[in-house]
């Protein structure tokens, strides 16, 4: 029922000074307040613990719901001026939650919050919203502009997207993953909206100009940041009626870490997930962050994940390559044991958290 | 497909010196960008512009998405350290929009974006949500919790709820409206979530004291300020299925002017709408604030308004009376025409802006 509540960046934080552990409680305090009971006739709440979606049965439709921001990846849009990465954003982070547990997108309702509304700006955003919606299949269901001069001081840019199961379709939970699984992976197109706060203080920090490539780059740094979060709505769409599939991830917050959430009872060995690299790498070095901050923070290049059984890997591959992820690679292998670990590196993580 | 896209006080602000044109621009902008294209297959759009909240036909289910957030009304409740009001407010101002296109509430996912997540705060939020939810039977499904000092200053709260239409219910759109039909109105419990940049700027222009009552209350100023907003979900739950209900209106951001966004076709009499009192009437006087203006940015003291054929006045106040709203009224009625009009004050508005 209750659907993963994730605060962004409260890992990363952890360096910016933000108090994690309070987060945590605060999370749980307000959690522990809100009490089980009856909803209204007709609707029938779906257990699933942590997981990227809420899910809710109402008449014969599954429906699926989660809600994010795009957080302070708006701080580096304010800086360059540009919009339209941000409003692509609104739309992925939002559909790739859905897919992740196998729904297929209906519709998208915005929130932003802002000092004022800047005509140029938000014509901006509505161009990266329609291409997300385009990309996604979705519709725009609302929305809410909210100009709070005295609450904000930069811009906050957020949406709740639903979805729903077409017929014969079950939602994909992860409850199914065994060891011998395979773990796919699908590369992702940069930061998307995670780790911003310490990607951001890494380039403050060195005095770097947002204008100008990073060493090894072509694109100015601001750029390559903004660079709109992938969708993978064809991927799951692609690969969700296929018996074989017994789990989705969107590697968003927290990393390699978002693995545990669909299970606890297996060991996920991403012993083929990318070394650092690109803009990771840079990161990692010009911030001297430790690679167990890297995992546990960025996607690290790979943005989607589908867990398979050995038996659908070729018939898998083959589906995201028609989906148009020719991209798509073996990553990983599901075992015995618990938590996330990336031998090749020496990384090793008990859970999500 | 659609929904009305509000701006939090642009209508308000313009006291306050927020450029109301530039926003309304602003958002023509954005949504000048977005493309009306064929959903998912199974996802069929309702048509329901400038409405309460957005339909969408999902195989056998007809839903209703809505999201709204709690404004500036934060301020207050940081000022006076009390976070459950703003709690309960998370909720109502969602489904009292679910409410006024006759949906069934079936879930809500908040999002909390702040600069740190005081435990305390969290609880208090927490038991106001409950409170919220226990009211409108409606489930918890999600929510998300940014923590980003840079972005804000205070506390910005809101949410996202879904709705659906029970077997044998059609969504009440006031497209049935006419000449001849008769105004229900349900006390409000103050001012709700709204006007409140306008309200808090006549308490700071008068020097007043948050924690002391205001002439001819016996509460102090901002414990008036933070009363809940009352929830009309059983209101609406009762009235949906009578046959001669043809509308209903949520009284938030833009006063009566709500009303013509039911119908464009005639004309709203709001003769038995109160006159300016208690807290109303203060803000007016203190404020200098002319009734057209207090008319359209406050809810004056009616929160949520029924439309129905005279044939079913009585019946549905009966019904009104056993869910709980014994406060229920006559307060104006339909004629032909366009607009709103309370004669009682010598108030004419042209249509919802």
Redesign the interface.
Known sequence: ??????????RT?AAAG??RK??S???A???????R???????H?VQLKGHY????R????T?A?????V??K??VAEALGRWTEVGVDTVAINVNDLAAVGA????L???I?CR????????A???G??QG??QS????????????????????V?G?A?G?F??GRRPVTGSRIRAGDVIVGLRANGLHSNGF?LARRIVRDAGADWRRPRPGSRRPLGIEFLTPTRIYVAASEGLADVPGVTGFAHISGGGVRNLPRLSEKVRFVLDGWPRPSGLFEWLGRTGSVEPDELYQTFNMGIGFVAIVRSGSLHRSLAWLRRAGYADARVVGRVARGRGVALPHLGLEYSGYA
Chains 1, 2 share one sequence.
Do not use: W
Not at 104 to 107: A, L, N, T, V
């Open positions: 029922m209750a659907a993963r509540r994730r605060s962004h960046g409260a934080y933000v108090n309070q987060t409680r605060a999370l305090a307000l959690l522990g307040q809100v009490r009971r009856p909803p209204g006739q007709g609707v709440p979606a809420g899910l809710v109402v008449g014969r439709e429906l719901i989660t809600t994010d921001t957080g302070t708006t701080l297929r997108p209906i519709g309702v915005d929130v919050s004022r509304a800047d005509p140029e700006a938000f014509a955003l509505g161009r919203i329609d919606l385009r299949r979705c519709l725009l269901l609302g929305g809410e502009t909210a100009i709070v001069p005295e609450l904000l001081q930069g811009m906050d957020g709740t639903i729903f077409p017929p706060t």
